[in-house]
């Protein structure tokens, strides 16, 4: 059974830093496409980041691009999302995702996932 799970979520002061974990079961990372996503209450569930399987590609929202860095490490089977100069409208639940693709495959759409973890607290606030 395929599982995500995210964590490293909290609460921190603007300007600060998290690092966000996603941590899978079931399958590996290797052959998987995996993006971040963030879902603020009464918004939609939009795109932050992603990951080629390769980890060879990877894309930012505009909103973190320069502040944020998604990496792999496919021999812990894990993901993260490395966040700086962190800003209140940072707030949101933030979710790993995964979909088996080739190499290439990155992209920031929530149609295309199928494996989704419960999701993370991410609370910027002084």
């Known amino acids: 059974q395929l599982q995500l799970v995210e964590s490293g979520g909290g609460l921190v002061q603007p300007g600060g830093s998290l690092r966000l974990s996603c941590e899978a079961s079931?399958?590996?990372?290797?052959?998987?496409?995996i993006g971040w996503f963030r879902q603020a209450p009464g918004t939609e569930r939009e795109g932050v980041s992603c990951?080629?399987?390769?980890?060879?590609?990877?894309h930012y929202a505009d909103s973190v691009k320069g502040r944020f860095t998604i990496s792999r490490d496919n021999a812990k089977n894990t993901v993260y999302l490395q966040m700086n100069s962190l800003k209140p409208e940072d707030t949101a639940v933030y979710y790993c995702?995964?979909?088996?693709?080739?190499?290439?495959?990155?992209?920031?759409?929530?149609?295309?996932?199928?494996?989704w973890g419960q999701g993370t607290q991410v609370t910027v606030s002084s």
């Open positions: 995702a995964a979909e088996w693709s080739d190499g290439s495959m990155c992209v920031m759409m929530p149609r295309f996932f199928g494996s």
């Open positions: 079931g399958f590996t990372l290797d052959y998987y496409t």
């Open positions: 990951s080629s399987s390769s980890g060879g590609r990877t």
